[in-house]
C-alpha cells in the first residue's frame, strides 16, 4: 500500500516561511508525476505545485514565485518551501502522487498550515 506522510505545517506569521516533507513509501517519487495540493475551509481542493518525473514543475497562479517544488530521491521524499506566507495561504496542504504504472492516485492525510496577519 501506497503512503504519504506529510510534516511541516503550523503556525506562522504572515512573511514567514514553512517547508512541507511528504515522505513516500512503496512508490518511487522521481519517476512518478507528484504534486501538492490545498484545501480552505469552504473551497474546492487546487493545485499548488507538481513536478514531473523528469524535474518538469507547475504552479498556481496565486503562489507569484513565493514557493518552490523540489525532491530528495535518496530520502524518497517531496518538498515545498513556502516564502512571504499570507493570511490566505491557510489552508490544509495535502500530497499527491500518480502511479504512472496504474494511474492510481494517491493522497497524505493533509498538514496544517495557518498563517496569522
Known amino acids: 500500500q501506497v503512503q504519504l506522510v506529510e510534516s511541516g505545517g503550523g503556525l506562522v506569521q504572515a512573511g514567514g516561511s514553512l517547508r512541507l516533507s511528504c515522505a513516500a513509501s512503496r512508490i518511487i517519487v522521481s519517476i512518478n508525476p507528484m504534486g501538492w495540493y490545498r484545501q480552505a475551509p469552504g473551497k474546492q481542493r487546487e493545485l499548488v505545485a507538481s513536478i514531473t518525473s523528469s524535474g518538469n514543475t507547475n504552479y498556481g497562479d496565486f503562489v507569484k514565485g513565493r514557493f518552490i517544488i523540489s525532491r530528495d530521491n535518496a530520502k524518497n521524499t517531496l518538498y515545498l518551501q513556502m516564502n512571504s506566507l499570507k493570511p490566505e495561504d491557510t489552508a490544509v496542504y495535502y500530497c499527491?502522487?500518480?502511479?504512472?504504472?496504474?494511474?492510481?492516485?494517491?493522497w497524505g492525510q493533509g498538514t496544517q498550515v495557518t498563517v496569522s496577519s
Open positions: 499527491n502522487v500518480v502511479e504512472r504504472s496504474t494511474w492510481a492516485t494517491y
